[in-house]
């Protein structure tokens, strides 16, 4: 038996596909459920949502232009990806929120069947939400829904793992492009996640995961300009409608779930209808 | 000076070919009573032995299907049923390469198709199902619509593994049991995918291989165990099956014949038009029940896109469907060539003109050169019976009117195709065809996504997409 | 002046002309290059296509920084593109600025390269945008210190604004200072044009006034050639053919860079005009880094193993 010292993670950011550190140099400190330290997890800065911002708008056109098949394959391969480091997730989450080893195995098993669940919506969502519709005239007239582009999202703080993938995954299948913050008290997660990402054919930019104060970001995404909607679910009730005043700037679609349905997939996709003639 | 493409063969040596097969009952291979031989149609040589499946043998497909129904898959949440499904359609993209080069074998169709458009379809369509298998409630059949029970399918030699795919993906996703028997033609493939079920560990009897001829279908057809007969096959079989479950409860969907009208208005993209009339019918061999086999011209431009047409006809390579470079292969059996033999010579004596480019056409083996009739009207038997075989017949139109009457005038409604840059006369000319399936601008396009079926003697029902799905669910009030 | 009976050289007639071609619809041409890029060239016959590639390549500098070393490197490889193999073709032609003929022609000339011409870019290459005396008397000093080919662009902003009698007129004045002293070959830009419909009318246009090769890019925009451009350009080719009796060449410039691009660039001639074209008279390749590529590759299949870059020149 030897006293081996373990190499310990070091936790970044995940942006545009890369592992950088936030460019203002903060830390804060996550410690586990019992008060011993565990990591330094970054404190993104305002400057690391406008980096992650600009990533994710850059990715959406390739992302969208994607077919909804190769969206599902890779969704469908960020589960493999998970499925074969439950254990890694497992303990993470015992060690920094203390549950049992139950309980974090059915977190586990929910988020690989989740991602799966979501995987399968990515070509069927438009036959549920599109339509050809029949209007009083010699008029072909479809409705068609479409991505809306960047999506800045707010995790919950628990479900640390599986609030992510609500999170993310619903905002992607339809060819949105995200910008989520991931639970402050429980950031480690997300962070593994993204390594998950990275290994999953997902192209550069399209999920981008910042940890960090939900106070200190979540303000300047509902200012930004640039970000299309958001979804705060993980924000407290009471902050909503400050963020609805100044996402309403550019009129930002902003929702909060409860729950995962395709009705979260749907809240960001816009309804695009096109008429034709149909004549000789 | 010319390029000429040297020999590119694509290796067999991924497969490996049992000397004799059995059935897939159960989960398990059991051995077959009765054989016979399965050839590969481009040299005739014998590629193994295939089992023929009598009563016996269907009982026991029948009874370990509704076992597995019982006992296991009705049980199983969609989520779970899913999974497996997404295993299987995993295992096939590994493992494309061997069922392309057996596809080709055992069917004559060219390695390139084989690899580039049946085994990426037929995974796709596992994987768009599998998306299905926890989200009936939103196919539009109810908040909690129901499987069927167990399905006898009996699928077709010309898209083997594609054809197992369409029926097999839905049924399962929707939560039924299957037996499910191959083209007597083109077994193997169906029999490899046997082994992808047992590498899934799919519940055993979920899917059911059996073997054999059109006796065998016909004890499934007729098979009291069975709620549920999906077949693809001629009209004159659908009609067959049509009338031996009409007093019995099961539901039936049918895919049937088609004689597809390809209309070429005079503002088509011509290049592309020519193109997309050459798929229409030499895709495959002509073996396809969709194939744009009727061409309508417009007359006014009917001369150009002949001339170009029969230009364009010069460079198909017809040879070795093993040769990466072979555009059109092998047509299927002796039985098949003797038909399409048979339709054309009516052609030649019923005075449409016949034209084929010059092809050195091997020995052995099955082959018939692409050929087109012109002259051809809607009283000819080429115009109005499938061929299924690489023979076109072109007739021409003064209006789109008359396209459209011509294009109508048949029993069949599979499918249609409409070449014209003008959208607003394609989009009228898609709402007057009385065709399931209609492509503008491109032809022989599928999807897992895209429902697929025929209007009145094309048969019954749609496979893909969620329309695709209510041949396996019954809502509440179905009878 | 040649109309070759098209159109009568009014403005009204190329206009009623280019506008009644048929459509191509992008789809359909796309799908049609790509199945043609499944093609596997193996063995006897990719050994002929590489060989016979070599000998279309235009070799390409057109740097601001060209000087006259670098101009002779490169007619020196143009000549022996392999100084270890003598069985290796020279290519089809160097390709300079106007103000670098003189250099390339001395050079060949004095290298025994006299069977290799110059071709120059000309018309204020690449933007075209200068007036008429300029691009006359740009193109009029290549021939003059030597060019045996002209290269020269198309206004793209009077295509794109519809003025395509301004183009055609442009393309029969240069072809007249062309004379019988060099072939003219008339770059579209296709990365600018965009559609493959204005790819098409281009080339009719351009076949009409008198171009003897259309080509497609100047190489300093992408996208520039494309297989489904080519396609299209091949097909106007081989039907301008039928019409006029007349053979024009074809010149995909920018973007090819692998022997299996170039591979598949000779299947789609083979395959759409046919194999009267396979030559350097009717077909050429701007390139520069696929020169290299193609001798690894012949190198592979006269050895056996894979070659390394350390093994041919850079220039």
Redesign the interface.
């Known amino acids: 038996m030897s006293n081996r010292i373990d190499v310990k993670k070091t936790y970044k950011l995940y942006i545009n596909g890369a592992f950088p550190r936030t460019e203002s140099g903060r830390t804060y400190e996550v410690k586990s459920a019992k008060g011993a330290f565990i990591a330094n997890p970054c404190l993104a800065s305002r400057k690391d949502l406008r980096d992650a911002v600009v990533a994710a708008r850059a990715a959406h056109s390739g992302w969208n232009r994607a077919t ?2 190769n969206r ?2 890779i969704l ?1 391969r960020i589960a493999e990806m998970l499925e074969g480091r439950r254990a890694q997730f497992v303990d993470e989450i015992m060690q920094v929120t203390g549950v049992t080893k139950v309980k974090a195995e059915k977190e586990l098993t929910d988020s690989v ?1 989740r991602l ?2 979501y ?6 969502i ?3 939400s599109g339509s050809t519709n029949p209007v009083a005239g010699p008029f ?1 007239n479809f409705t068609i829904p479409e991505s809306m582009g960047v999506v800045a999202a707010i995790a919950p703080e628990t479900p640390s793992l599986l609030g992510l993938i609500d999170a993310v995954a619903p905002i992607i299948t339809s060819g949105n492009t995200v910008v989520v913050l991931a639970s402050t008290k429980a950031p480690l997660s997300a962070m593994t996640f993204a390594e998950v990402l990275a290994t999953s054919d997902l192209p550069h930019g399209v999920i981008n995961i910042l940890t960090g104060k939900k106070e200190e970001i979540a303000p300047w995404m509902a200012s930004h300009m640039d970000i299309d909607a958001m979804d705060i679910s993980g924000l407290p009730a009471k902050q909503h409608a400050e963020i609805k005043v100044a996402g309403a700037e550019n009129l930002k679609r902003i929702h909060s779930f409860k729950s995962a349905d ?1 009705g979260r997939i749907i809240a960001f996709m816009e309804a695009k209808t096109v008429w ?5 | 000076m010319s390029f000429e493409y040297a020999p590119a063969p694509e290796s067999r040596a991924v497969v490996s070919i049992k000397p004799k097969y059995g059935h897939f009952i159960g989960g398990k291979f059991v051995a077959g009573s009765k054989h016979f031989p399965t050839i590969n149609p481009a040299t005739e040589e014998v590629l193994s032995q295939i089992a023929l499946a009598g009563k016996a043998e269907v009982d026991a497909a029948v009874k370990a299907a509704r076992k597995a129904y019982v006992s296991t898959w009705s049980k199983m949440s969609g989520k779970e049923r899913g999974k497996y499904l997404y295993r299987i359609a995993r295992i096939m993209q590994e493992r494309a390469r061997e069922f392309a080069v057996l596809e080709t074998l055992d069917n004559g169709k060219p390695i390139r198709e084989s690899r580039d458009t049946d085994i990426p379809l037929a995974a796709a369509h596992f994987f768009y199902h599998a998306g299905w298998a926890d989200k009936l409630e939103y196919a539009g059949l109810g908040t909690s619509p129901k499987p069927l029970g167990v399905a006898g399918q009996i699928i077709p030699w010309n898209f083997p593994l594609l054809m197992l795919a369409w029926k097999v993906a839905p049924a399962l996703a929707a939560g039924n049991t299957v037996v499910l028997k191959p083209a007597e033609s083109t077994s193997l493939t169906a029999l490899l995918f046997a082994q992808v079920c047992q590498q899934a560990e799919l519940p055993a009897g979920v899917v059911n291989i059996v073997t054999g001829d059109g006796s065998t279908g016909s004890l499934i057809v007729n098979h009291p165990g069975i709620d549920k007969i999906a077949f693809t096959g001629s009209t004159e079989v659908g009609k067959i099956i049509a009338r031996a479950v009409a007093p019995t409860k099961k539901s039936v969907t049918l895919e049937l014949g088609g004689k597809a009208a390809n209309i070429v208005f005079d503002d088509a993209p011509i290049d592309e038009t020519v193109e997309g009339i050459v798929n229409g019918i030499f895709f495959n061999q002509g073996h396809v029940c969709c194939a744009g086999s009727r061409l309508l011209l417009q007359e006014n431009v009917a001369e150009e896109v002949l001339h170009k047409l029969k230009n364009r006809m010069e460079k198909i390579r017809v040879g070795d469907p093993m040769d990466k470079n072979t555009d059109v292969g092998a047509i299927n059996s002796k039985e098949q060539l003797a038909k399409i033999t048979e339709l054309a010579a009516a052609g030649d004596a019923e005075g449409a003109e016949r034209w084929s480019p010059t092809c050195n056409l091997p020995t052995k083996g099955f082959w018939f050169a692409p050929t087109i009739f012109t002259g051809v009207t809607q009283a000819h038997r080429i115009a109005r019976e499938e061929i299924f075989g690489p023979v076109l017949s072109v007739l021409t139109f003064r209006t789109p009117q008359e396209a459209i009457e011509k294009a109508n005038n048949t029993p069949f409604g599979l499918s249609a195709g409409i070449w014209s840059e003008k959208g607003s006369r394609t989009l009228w000319a898609s709402q007057q065809l009385r065709a399931g399936v209609i492509w503008a601008n491109t032809f022989n396009k599928f999807d897992p996504t895209s429902p697929f079926g025929g209007y009145k003697e094309s048969g019954w029902g749609r496979e893909g997409g969620r329309h695709g799905l209510s041949a396996y669910l019954k809502g509440v009030s179905h009878e | 002046m040649s109309f070759y009976g098209l159109v009568d050289g009014s403005d009204a007639s190329l206009k009623s002309y280019l506008n009644n071609l048929s459509g191509v619809d992008q789809v359909g041409a796309e799908a049609r290059a790509a199945m043609l890029a499944t093609r596997s060239i193996k063995t006897t016959s990719k050994r002929w296509a590489i060989e016979t590639a070599i000998t279309m390549v235009d070799l390409t500098t057109l740097e601001g920084a060209d000087t006259p070393g670098k101009v002779k490197a490169l007619c020196t490889k143009a000549v022996r593109p392999d100084p270890t193999d003598s069985t290796v073709p020279s290519v089809g032609a160097v390709c300079v600025y106007n103000d670098m003929v003189s250099v390339a022609r001395t050079h060949l000339d004095l290298i025994g390269g006299q069977h290799v011409p110059v071709a120059a870019v000309s018309t204020a290459f690449p933007s075209g945008r200068a007036s008429m005396p300029v691009k006359i008397q740009d193109t009029q000093d290549a021939i003059d210190a030597g060019a045996a080919e002209i290269d020269m662009v198309i206004d793209r902003g009077a295509f794109l604004a519809g003025r395509y009698i301004d183009v055609f007129n442009e393309i029969v004045q240069i072809k007249e200072v062309c004379g019988d002293k060099a072939h003219l070959k008339v770059i579209f830009e296709t990365g600018e044009l965009v559609t493959y419909d204005n790819v098409r009318k281009a080339s009719f246009l351009a076949m009409a006034a008198g171009a003897d090769f259309i080509k497609t890019s100047t190489g300093k925009v992408v996208p520039a050639a494309t297989p489904p451009v080519v396609l299209v350009m091949l097909e106007a080719v081989r039907d301008f053919y039928e019409m006029t009796n007349t053979r024009i060449g074809v010149k995909p410039a920018g973007g090819i860079r692998t022997t299996k691009d170039a591979i598949k660039q000779l299947v789609l001639v083979n395959e759409t005009v046919g194999p009267d074209w396979l030559n350097p008279k009717l077909f050429r390749i701007g390139a520069s880094a696929l020169l290299n590529d193609l001798l690894m590759q012949r190198m592979k299949l006269d050895e056996g193993y894979y070659s390394s870059p350390q093994y041919v020149t850079m220039d």
């Open positions: 909804a098949y599902g394959q469908y069947d799966v669940w995987a399968g919506w990515t070509d069927k438009a036959s549920l072909y395709p034709h003639p149909i004549g000789l």
